[in-house]
């Protein structure tokens, strides 16, 4: 693995590839969050209604996507504590806590909800099932899936939610060797601008669901569990020694999400460019079930099958990292654990709800990115200000300039989460 520079007040190390390949794969499974029918349905819309007018708005999101998670991750690291575990520990009244966690806890449930209808959804479009018998089939794989997690531990998690993302990369991009999109058109697309309201709300919905609150909640968790206590929890002899290999990890964490984020930047930007090459004008494509049956009118019934298999795949891991999440916010807020099964059955619920009530699956994906929105200042903020204290990271706080990108990226993230919320509760 090559040398990588120093950063956030650590010097720079080598690591050589058979030594650091076995560290990598959080990131890779928090990354799933990147890659749920919430950016599916986002990007899907924003390609077949502007064609390649939002490319820049994928790569900008993506850019930011990185330090976002690499911040989560080496908080992880360095403390041995997730993010929920030490707001629980500063958070001293009994009631901010109680507070803290019930809009956590909420925006956990709305992740949950829409993964669990792009499941459902899926199974729809393969094999003709109800959308709530395919929500039960969708939770029940997720369970199983947990239970992976439980009795297997972190890396077999790790190797089995890759292996879905695989499917996803495959099942979303597919198309694009059919029908590859307008070369000239994508370069134009990296030009930042809006063609009028819808653009921007779009850009909006497409940024918002890139940028979740539970996989920052679950990203510094992952690396907690792959890598276990740092140096903060050694003894004074052994924390001498900590420093070399917490150095090691930041930069395997950096090759980490590095990786993670080219997957998930790609295969959002596919999805785009599959819509914007093959579907722009089409009318119906501002649903999952549309966008599959134009794919299917346009390129033929394999390119929609791979497509809907993607989005299956997509549903059962980004679920089942958010029933992880879900746990992990609260057991550190709550100071309660559960286990993750009874966990996966308590957010599991509402979804099934919703589609048990018959509620259109797309109007369900756009109040869940709503919900969402709420969530993302109070996940960012403590973020970058937890990894910028010496106090909680001690040398390895952020560089100047690593919290000025922090703030800039969360100041841009909650104006257009909030422009999001205007547009779509005042109907403009």
Known sequence: MPKTAAIDGAPSVRATAPRSLWLLGPALVAGVAYLDPGNVASNMTAGAQYGYLLVWVVVVGNIMAWLIQYLSAKLGVVTGQSLPEVLGSRLTKPWARRAYWLQAELVAMATDLAEVIGGAVALYLLFDIPLLLGGLITGAVSMILLAVQSRRGPRTFEFVIIGLMAIIAVGFVAGLFIAPPDAAGVASGLVPRFEGTGSVLLAASILGATIMPHAIYAHSSLTRDRF????????TEAARTETSRIRRLLTATRWDVTIAMVIAGTVNLGILLLAAANLAGVEGTDSLEGAHAALEAGLGSVVATFFAIGLLASGLASTSVGAYAGAEIMHGLLHVRIPLLARRLVTLVPALVILGLGVDPTLALVLSQVVLSFGIPFALIPLVALTAQRR??????????????GIVASVLLITLNGTLLWLVLTGA
């Not at 909680?392 to 990108?405: E, K, M």
Request: hydrophobic fraction near 45%.
């Open 392 to 405: 909680t990271l001690g040398p390895w706080a952020n560089r100047v300039w690593t919290t000025t990108a």
């Open 228 to 235: 276990g206590s740092a140096a903060v929890h050694a003894p």
